[in-house]
């Protein structure tokens, strides 16, 4: 089986890539998706607050993703459910496993969507057995918005990651009581807005530079014992309290599913643990291009979009013989900034380029600093920046073409966390 553009992932990211990709030219595209229907994450998030950068409008997650699964049915798109990616090459050999058995797939260029997965109980070594009522937020999302089943009464949220807040709000619309969210750092990981509308609305208590010390319970969950924690977030003695519940959902990190491209030998960034791409999304091996979270974890849904129509595009030009790719220049994040994406920027791209940045702690009325060759070329004030929220600058086409040297981006504040 040979197709020019191959689309391991059905989700948003994978969605948008091979629209893209069809759009630019690609004669035949194929997307792999390992559930039973395209959509992804978008699927169990009903909520609105989706589309107003890619449709200026808002819409809930299952109807953002229909406007790209029509979209796709409409291109003449081939997809593959039910089919599980086992293997790919840097030679673009794909083996998957689907309803008709094991298939050998040749593609011209290929793009990873395959998105990211939650960490679970044993990554953050919680003290206690390991009783019934424990679920990873987004575990329990599906369960209630797909499966239709009510997963507890009483309720204690660990991390405050968008799927816990969000989750805070939709158990109390069940009937839930939400006692508390509980977060181990001294700021959210969760937008400002979702604070507000998903716990500040509802009263639910937010307890910022707390941990979980032990879960309760053998056969079912019967509470959890938290403890405030001090700046190096060890638990403080005296300060343990008891809370009962029936049901811990934790919302503690996400984590880019990545073992095909290291399969593939793609080059991960140690930091964003997703591969390193240059600003067309082509990773450092020959037509393998990455986008959304499997590259990293992104915060809005029409971010990923914009990143999933670089990579499908460009997975078009490769397999055309039109993807530039001549000279280019690094990207460092310095003083204030934990990570950059792109990690290189080509010179001779015809289209301004996304920066993609967070920062490593709590910032206010400061300002991000780009740099080239430690010469100022563009600078952003910001009122507020913390870790949960992306930020984006944008370097503008003309600027591009005169960079000779490696760009540094900073931050000039005082850091507060």
Do not use: W
């Not at 399969?263 to 393998?288: E, L, W």
């Not at 029409?302 to 490769?318: C, H, L, P």
């Amino acid at each position: 089986m040979k197709y020019e553009v191959v689309v391991i992932g059905g989700g948003p990211a994978g969605l948008g890539a091979a629209v893209e990709a069809k759009k630019c030219g690609a004669n035949s595209v194929l997307i792999i998706e390992r559930d039973r229907e395209l959509g992804g994450i978008l699927n169990q998030c009903i909520h609105n607050g989706f589309g107003l950068h890619e449709f200026k409008e808002e819409l809930t997650g299952p109807e953002y993703a229909q406007r790209f699964i029509e979209q796709a049915n409409k291109s003449d798109i081939e997809i593959m459910l039910n089919t599980m990616v086992l293997n790919i090459d840097d030679e673009r050999n794909i083996i998957a496993l689907g309803e008709q058995g094991i298939m050998e797939i040749q593609a011209g260029a290929v793009v990873l969507a395959m998105g990211c997965r939650e960490r679970t109980a044993g990554a953050i070594a919680i003290n206690g057995y390991r009783p019934a009522g424990v679920y990873t937020a987004g575990m329990a999302q599906r369960i209630i918005n797909m499966e239709g089943y009510m997963v507890g009464k009483e309720v204690v949220i660990y991390g405050s990651g968008d799927i816990g807040l969000i989750m805070a709000r939709r158990m109390t619309l069940e009937g839930a009581k939400v006692k508390a969210v509980v977060e181990i750092m001294p700021y959210s990981s969760g937008l400002y807005r979702n604070i507000a509308q998903c716990l500040e609305d509802y009263d639910i208590p937010l307890m910022l530079s707390h941990n979980i010390q032990e879960i309760h319970g053998k056969d079912r969950i019967n509470g959890v014992t938290i403890s405030k924690v001090d700046e190096n977030r060890r638990p403080i003695k005296g300060t343990e309290e008891f809370i009962s519940c029936d049901t811990l959902l934790l919302s503690v990190g996400l984590i880019p599913e990545n073992e095909l491209s290291q399969k593939a030998g793609i080059a991960i960034d140690k930091i964003t643990n997703g591969p390193i791409v240059d600003s067309k999304m082509h990773t450092q091996v020959d037509g393998i291009f990455a986008c959304g979270n499997v590259l990293h974890v992104h915060d809005i849904v029409d971010f990923v979009t914009k990143e999933s129509r670089i990579a499908g595009k460009n997975a078009a030009y490769y397999v055309r013989q039109n993807l530039n790719k001549d000279s280019y220049v690094s990207t460092k994040s310095d003083k204030g900034i934990r990570y950059i994406m792109p990690h290189k920027i080509l010179l001779n791209s015809e289209e301004d380029v996304n920066l993609y940045m967070r920062v490593d702690g709590i910032y206010k009325d400061s300002k991000v600093i780009v740099k080239c060759d430690n010469k100022e070329i563009l600078s952003k004030k910001m009122r507020h920046m913390i870790p949960s929220e992306m930020i984006n600058i944008v370097l503008k086409n003309e600027l591009i073409k005169d960079l000779s040297g490696e760009i540094t981006v900073e931050v000039e504040g005082e850091k507060h966390a």
